[in-house]
């Protein structure tokens, strides 16, 4: 195999976590349009080969210093993030909102980047070792590690999109009710946080 089709199995690989979080925005925002289901991909896809970029260009001291502290700053954003769904959910249900104000509030830009960088963050000093993990051969021009960022950057979109129109579906298979969506959302995401900080401490492998 190539150091394309190992860059199309780390992007895969890489995109899991955007697909889990990509399921929850398809899930509590099941009403935006699809263009903005299609921003939150790309905004997932840039960030995710990104990240690997900042890392290879900046080297491995800056890199060796990011990986201490990532996991912590994913788990601080995805816990923000999720508690916030989390309050907003727990808050519907006691209010006992009627159906007109039974709906999740806009995604904003704001939060489509604060989950963008909190799950993509650890990614950060993969750049250092990007040439090793694609296999690269020792007559390589260069130009290989950037296409590998972007075959990263457009796999993790194409995993994205398709995570967000699943959680669409989700969200109709639970009548669309944002309660039940809020809460649910911002349990995985406080999970995936909690995850990537156990990850990051070398709890679990």
Partial sequence: MNWIGYSLIYG????MDCLALSIVDGLVYAKEKK?????????FGLFQGLFPLIGFLLGAAFSRWIDQVDHWIGFGLLLFIGGKMIYEGIKAVIKKEDEENDEAKPLTLKTI???????????????????????????????EVFV?????AVVTFAISLVGLFGG????????????AT?????????TLGVLLLLEGLNVIG
Wanted: glycine content about 8%.
């Fill in 113 to 143: 980047v604060l989950q963008s960088i909190a799950d993509s963050i650890d990614a950060f000093a993969i750049g250092i070792t990007i040439k090793a993990f694609i296999h690269l051969p020792e007559t390589a021009a260069g130009y």
């Fill in 168 to 179: 669409k579906l989700i969200n109709k298979l639970l009548k669309g009710k944002s309660e």
């Fill in 12 to 15: 895969v690989a890489l995109a």
């Fill in 148 to 152: 590998s960022f972007g075959i990263i």
């Fill in 35 to 43: 263009r903005k289901f299609v921003l939150i991909a790309a905004f």
């Fill in 182 to 190: 809020n809460i649910l959302g911002g349990v995985v995401l406080v």
